[in-house]
């Protein structure tokens, strides 16, 4: 049974930084293409940033040069790191597991929330 929990989530101002963490176990983490998530109150869940098994990254046009996704397959973890972070952020992010690194995401996190405050 695979499992992934976030960890780092909080309330931060404007221009803040936050670091998100996604902890994998159940599966051979290293195979897999991983994704962030975020679905802000009222709005669909979209799709902010991937990376593959071989570390190739994908970012939503709304994030870019402000968020940072990585791995560490010794740790079974994923990483997102936000910085500038703006009030339009505020959302639950969440992880997820791209069985055949092709958007097919068939397990995810509880999710961790991130508040940005003006």
């Known amino acids: 049974q695979v499992q992934l929990v976030e960890s780092g989530g909080g309330l931060v101002q404007a221009g803040g930084s936050l670091r998100l963490s996604c902890a994998a176990s159940g599966s051979i983490f290293s195979r897999n293409a991983m994704g962030w998530y975020r679905q802000a109150p009222g709005k669909e869940r979209e799709l902010v940033t991937t990376i593959s098994s071989g570390g190739n990254t994908y970012y939503a046009d709304s994030v870019k040069g402000r968020f940072t996704i990585s791995r560490d397959n010794t740790k079974n973890t994923l990483y997102l790191q936000i910085n500038s972070l703006k009030p339009e952020d505020t959302a639950l992010y969440y992880c997820?597991?791209?069985?055949?690194?092709?958007?097919?995401?068939?397990?995810w996190g509880q999710g961790t929330q991130v508040t940005v405050s003006s």
């Open positions: 997820a597991r791209d069985l055949t690194g092709w958007g097919e995401y068939d397990y």
